[in-house]
């Protein structure tokens, strides 16, 4: 059976998402980004891969975020990607917003982890292969190398850069000074770094107490927050305690020790606040996050169409009282 060939929805810009600039930048990201770190490797269906990444450009969702890592297995992430946009996205690729990363753990040895300039050059002409694209839109550090010398490393990205692969530059995870340096080379040499990524969410504040997210704002630098929704502690997924089959049953990336009595409480009583606001836990979550000028866009990973679709939907709702905030900081602990 051949497959009818995809046509994007007229109405893609008109659907309701919102854009905003990356620092000091002419780039515009959507307010929501989808992330395929999860559910799109090569043990998921690669349909619903298909039908999740097309939902998203069908409604506004432009910028896609990868890793050379995502899967499992490594790099199958960015093939499903690949795969998608060879057969339904190629004539939209001016229209896309393509990232991807490099620096944790992909094959064996001492040049296949860190932040060398052997293995982020390889790596990066490794992941445009298996996308199939001529370059991508951003190319990040994945996370800082203390080994490495800080150079090599930010040199790599701006030979990156000057040779075609990627537009743009970003680091993620990065700790504060290590930031600061990082956005002084990369300015002086005239690739100055578009975006910073991290872990931000009501529960997890840490580069607002850190002052990496202010540091990214104060260098014209936009952020990208992951992980919104803390590893779905943040949905209505665990309000009834761990359901089986969930992330937090099988101790991937969410321990069940981490959903205690007094986090289960925090998380109900969150849910009640949300529904007086008429959203759903996920979309105040995403809401509060967005909240915060200093913040570009959200990366939302995505097991379903309609995961992803709630998740849109809390662009429509970004504003907090004075009295939400103060309730959302009393039960966070804040």
């Known amino acids: 059976m051949i497959e009818p060939i995809y046509r994007a929805a007229d ?3 008109e ?4 854009y905003a600039r990356c620092g000091r930048s002419g780039v515009m990201l959507p307010r929501v980004s989808l992330g395929l770190w999860h559910n ?16 998203a450009f069908d409604h506004g969702v432009v910028s896609f975020d990868l890793a050379n890592n995502y899967g499992p297995g490594y790099g199958t992430a960015e093939e499903t ?5 060879n057969k339904s996205f190629r004539p939209y690729r001016d229209e896309m917003f393509i990232a991807t990363k490099a620096g944790y753990d992909m094959w064996p040895g001492p040049y296949g982890n860190w932040g060398s300039r052997k293995y982020l050059m390889a790596s ?22 203390p080994e490495t010398p800080l150079e090599e490393t930010l040199q790599a990205l701006v030979d990156i850069v000057r040779r075609g692969k990627a537009l743009y530059v970003g680091i993620s995870r990065w700790p504060l000074e290590a930031s600061r340096s990082a956005y002084g080379y990369l300015r ?30 104060g260098s014209g630098v936009g952020f990208v927050a992951f992980s919104p929704l803390a590893q779905g502690v943040l949905t209505n997924r665990y309000l009834n305690g761990i359901p089986e089959g969930s992330r937090a049953s099988q101790g991937k990336f969410l321990k069940p020790s981490q959903l205690d009595d007094e986090m289960l409480a925090r998380v109900r009583a969150l849910d009640e606040l949300a529904a007086s ?16 000028a200093r913040v570009t866009s959200v990366i939302v990973g995505s097991s379903s169409v309609c995961q992803l679709a709630d998740s849109i939907k809390a662009v429509d709702n970004l504003a907090f009282s004075e009295d939400e905030l103060r309730r959302i900081d009393e039960i966070t602990g804040r």
């Open 15 to 18: 659907s309701g998402m919102s």
């Open 81 to 85: 990607f690949g795969y998608v946009f």
């Open 124 to 145: 990066v002409d490794q992941s445009l292969r298996r996308m199939g694209l001529d370059y991508v839109d951003v190319f990040y550090s994945h996370r800082y190398d």
């Open 277 to 292: 606001r008429g959203q759903s836990l996920a979309e105040m979550s995403l809401s509060w996050v967005l909240n915060d």
């Open 188 to 217: 002086e040499h005239d690739t100055p770094c578009l975006l910073f990524q991290d872990r931000y969410n009501m529960l997890d504040r840490a580069v607002v107490e850190s002052g990496v997210l202010d540091a990214a704002a």
């Open 40 to 55: 799109f490797g090569e043990v998921d269906p690669l349909s619903r891969s298909k039908e999740m990444i097309r939902y």
């Open 11 to 13: 109405d893609r810009y």
